[in-house]
């Protein structure tokens, strides 16, 4: 139990461009999802968190308008990066909590990985 | 501020060779100690949540315990699969999770 997906699991996209990753609970429901990017070396940095059927909150210094977020059903959340640039190049990771259980454990999915030429 | 610190930063183990990794931290109404662990390239994978001083799981070779101020990760005969960072957060009372910095274990047969 307790899965998370990411789609793509990798994307390779020109400067400038727009690219949109998918984050899904698999076999339970997520009020809650939340959006880390990690680079090279470095641990997980959370950028956003994602309640269902509201606004995003995000982390000082992430850029709403550049990282757009949401949360349209109990089950999916979406992060699109807009206008990428090789600055945005990482890997990120989605993770929710199971809204079912008592437990604020966060399950992760197996991420993203985005190249920006 | 709220702070997660890991020790060591790397860890290298003979297959057979028990250690502990440490994980301390400072936090503010503190919600649970999340134990992971992660492979390259790939997300964390769930190992444990502990929520008060004095508690312990166990799962396979791998046990943590939780104090007021700090958090241990025994690794008790490890084998080479045992091999991957091992990655401390701590939760807030807004469900977030702040990460130390992790433990790069090696196990060499």
């Known amino acids: 139990g307790a899965v998370v997906s990411q789609h793509p699991s990798w994307v390779i996209c020109k400067s400038g461009t727009s690219v949109k990753i998918e984050c899904r609970s698999l076999?339970?429901?997520?009020?809650?999802m939340f959006w880390y990017r990690q680079f090279p070396k470095q641990s997980l940095m959370l950028m956003a968190t994602?309640?269902?059927?509201?606004?995003?909150?995000?982390e000082q210094g992430v850029e709403k308008d550049k990282f757009l977020i949401n949360h349209a059903s109990l089950t999916l959340s979406t992060l699109t990066v807009t206008s990428a640039h090789p600055e945005d190049s990482s890997f990120y990771i989605c993770?929710?909590?199971?809204?079912?259980?008592?437990?604020?454990?966060?399950?992760f999915g197996p991420g993203t990985r985005l190249t920006v030429l | 501020e709220d702070q997660v610190t890991q020790s060591p930063e790397a860890l290298r183990l003979q297959e057979g060779e028990s250690s502990s990794l440490n994980c301390s931290y400072t936090?503010?109404?503190?919600?649970?100690l999340f134990w992971y662990r992660q492979d390259p390239g790939k997300g964390p994978e769930f190992l444990f949540t502990?929520?008060?001083a004095g508690e312990e799981k166990e799962k396979e070779r791998l046990k943590a315990t939780l104090t007021k101020k700090e958090s241990f990760l025994h690794i008790t005969a490890p084998k080479p699969e045992d091999s991957a960072t091992y990655l401390c957060?701590?939760?807030?009372?807004?469900?977030?999770?702040?990460f130390g910095a992790g433990t790069q274990v090696v196990v060499t047969p």
């Open positions: 994602s309640n269902e059927g509201s606004k995003a909150t995000y």
């Open positions: 957060a701590v939760g807030d009372s807004w469900g977030k999770l702040q």
């Open positions: 502990l929520y008060s």
């Open positions: 076999d339970f429901q997520a009020t809650t």
């Open positions: 936090v503010s109404g503190l919600r649970g």
């Open positions: 993770s929710a909590s199971d809204s079912g259980r008592r437990s604020d454990t966060q399950y």
